[in-house]
């Protein structure tokens, strides 16, 4: 098995080789494709070819997102570039399929793909760790099918890790906490709005300001199942009342606090146990 620092070194010398031509970076604004825009683009100072942040802007992402991803992309030298979508019905996931992180990315990757493509950039980046290698993911099937490159997953690289190396690097998203798409707050087969998960998440902005680091809304009609780490239950416990007028006032009848806390990727449990 690989140490953290072969490890390193493997994504450095793999991020050397794709800056010798124009190359885009798949960038939410998260950890993972931070740490990749801002190796790419010290590898790129050194061959004088581009580097573009590429942001897909969607109402399926929590709010703030969009000013976050610029300022990271302006910290690294990166030129952002952003494409507006509308995959909600574009990829057919209004019903909130079982195979609907496959329907969008390969939806959005396409979208990319060919905006590059003007640009004649034909390189491009994705953020899939060695962690989600080994979880319900199928959206990385959509990112081999159109031919992504998933530097962190092939140089071996944990979550944990690419945090790890993204403080070293100076990043200031380093502890950011993962931020998924809101459609992971509703059940598979349920009809979901773009409404429903703005809702969703006005009602986890509200939660995080209490100071909760890791949360989910998970809405199951008109009851909301609360989840967050273990030792930040007793702030919401504190905060009970302003929490439950805050998330009636949203429209929810039903205010919830998940006892077993945060985990990534709940809603997926019945499909992994199959």
Do not use: W
């Not at 709010?63 to 992309?73: I, R, S």
């Not at 995080?208 to 416990?237: A, C, F, W």
């Amino acid at each position: 098995m690989k140490c953290y620092e072969e490890k390193c070194r493997l994504l450095k010398e793999q991020l050397s080789r794709y800056a010798s031509e124009d190359v885009a970076v798949a960038f939410s604004g998260g950890v993972d494709s931070s740490l990749l825009l801002k190796i790419v683009c010290e590898a790129a100072r050194e061959t004088g070819k581009k580097v573009y942040g590429v942001f897909l802007r969607t109402m399926l992402h929590p709010q703030g997102e969009l000013e976050e991803a610029k300022q990271v992309a302006q910290e690294t030298g990166a030129i952002f570039h952003m494409i507006e979508v509308d995959e909600l019905e574009e990829a057919d996931i209004a019903d909130n399929p079982v195979d609907r992180c496959y329907r969008c990315k390969r939806y959005l990757f396409q979208v990319m793909k060919e905006e590059m493509k003007l640009l004649q950039v034909y390189r491009i980046l994705e953020g899939t760790n060695e962690d989600d290698l080994h979880v319900y993911r199928p959206g990385i099937r959509a990112v081999r099918e159109l031919g992504m490159i998933s530097p962190l997953a092939d140089a071996g690289l944990t979550k944990k890790e690419v945090r790890r190396m993204a403080a070293e690097y100076g990043l200031t998203v380093s502890g950011k906490p993962s931020a998924p798409c809101l459609a992971t707050r509703f059940p598979y087969g349920t009809r979901i709005t773009y409404q429903e998960m703005q809702r969703a998440g006005e009602g986890e902005v509200f939660l995080k300001s209490l100071g909760l680091y890791n949360v989910r809304l998970r809405v199951h009609g008109k009851i909301v199942r609360i989840e967050t780490d273990p030792q930040d239950m007793s702030k919401l416990i504190e905060e009970r009342d302003s929490v439950i007028e805050y998330l009636k006032k949203l429209g929810y009848t039903y205010i919830t606090l998940d006892l077993e806390g945060f985990r990534s990727g709940s809603m997926d449990i019945d499909l992994q146990n199959k």
